[in-house]
């Protein structure tokens, strides 16, 4: 089975930060990763797809990058709206969620 | 516009069978690509995909649950359904379907329904 790991668990950062989140998995996925947003009380939503492909209605300030075994999702200028938990998820060789990011304000 | 929405018993017995039923709007599980998964996430934890359907009657279940899951559609109703074998009190979790089209994401969620077991 391909491991995936989510780092940090928690992050704190200020409006207007920069942030990155970083997904890491045991072997290569070859892009097939996605990136969910999920606030207190509701169900996740799509961020991102095949590692960088922004979903329609998804502010520009969320983009991803990465390959091979290492992924990242940037939030390039933090919102109030921000916050919440953010996994990601791989579609290469089944279907397994990160066990997540939380990002709180400072 | 693509909608989702999960009901189901609210609360059950352990070893009784979990059945869930996902009603959507804006898509078929006729059409080539379509596709619907079970997603389930205990309170307070992380997402543990189950199991999907596709368009052309393919199923995939999760390992780790296979021979207890049970996925099927009808979609003369825009309906698919999801049954789980004797639960105990670990199946307790907020359970979501999902769309997902061609690929392996899942691009629209429902709100998730609550399920408790217990005796």
């Known amino acids: 089975d391909i491991q995936i790991t989510q780092s940090p668990s928690i992050l704190s950062a200020s409006v207007g930060d920069r942030v990155t989140l970083s997904c890491k998995t045991s072997r290569n996925i070859y892009s097939n990763l996605a990136w969910y947003q999920q606030k207190l009380g509701e169900a996740p939503k799509l961020l991102i797809y095949h590692k960088d492909s922004l979903q329609t209605g998804i502010p520009s300030r969320f983009s991803g990058s990465g390959s091979g075994t290492d992924y990242t999702l940037a939030i390039s200028s933090l919102q109030p709206e921000d916050v919440g938990t953010y996994f990601c998820?791989?579609?290469?060789?089944?279907?397994?969620f990160g066990a997540g990011t939380k990002l709180e304000l400072k | 516009q693509v909608t989702l929405k999960e009901s189901g018993p609210g609360i059950l017995q352990p070893s009784h069978t979990l059945s869930l039923t996902c009603s959507f709007s804006?898509?078929?599980?006729?059409?080539?690509?379509?596709?619907v998964s079970w997603i389930r996430q205990p309170s307070g934890k992380g997402l543990e995909w189950l199991a999907t359907i596709w368009w052309n009657n393919n199923t995939y279940n999760n390992p780790s649950l296979k021979s207890r899951l049970t996925v099927s559609k009808d979609t003369s109703n825009n309906q698919a359904f999801l049954k789980v074998t004797s639960v105990d009190t670990a199946d307790t979790a907020t359970y979501y379907c999902a769309h997902m089209f061609n690929s392996g994401f899942f691009d629209y969620w429902g709100l998730g329904v609550m399920v408790t077991v217990s005796s």
């Open positions: 804006g898509f078929s599980l006729t059409n080539n690509g379509e596709g």
């Open positions: 998820q791989k579609y290469y060789s089944g279907y397994t």
